[in-house]
């Protein structure tokens, strides 16, 4: 029996890129672990319960992304954590290729190199 699919948020953002967030844990090891590939940027709350968060660039892409869909897809990553209504919220950011799984850890417990911490307020994309 083939592992079911993990459900992902789905978020387009202009020019073809997207925000992917997880639902569960098994949906964000599976994101963060499998999905994503090594130069996508990866988010998640700082310090609490939340979505693993990544930002995929259209086919063909190689330029980093602006400041500004990085914060937006920080600010998904807010919102799909328990800083929900936590006004400005702390987001950590990294490449893809700097997340890793701790042996034995419970799903959706990873490790990060290289943060990036971005402040924003919990919000999903127009």
Do not use: C
Request: charged share 25%.
């Amino acid at each position: 029996m083939r592992p079911e699919k993990p459900k992902l948020y789905e978020y387009p953002l202009p020019d073809g890129w997207v925000i992917l967030a997880g639902h569960s844990e098994s949906d964000n090891d599976r994101l963060s672990l499998k999905i994503a590939k090594a130069n996508e940027w990866w988010f998640h709350v700082r310090g609490m319960p939340g979505s693993h968060v990544i930002l995929r660039a259209p086919e063909g892409v190689k330029e980093s992304p602006a400041k500004e869909m990085l914060k937006q897809a920080a600010a998904v990553a807010a919102w799909h954590s328990k800083a929900r209504s936590g006004g400005v919220v702390a987001v950590s950011a990294t490449l893809a290729k700097f997340v890793s799984k701790p042996r034995g850890a419970k799903p959706g417990t990873v490790s990060i190199r290289k943060e990036t911490v971005f402040k924003v307020r919990p919000k999903l994309p127009a």
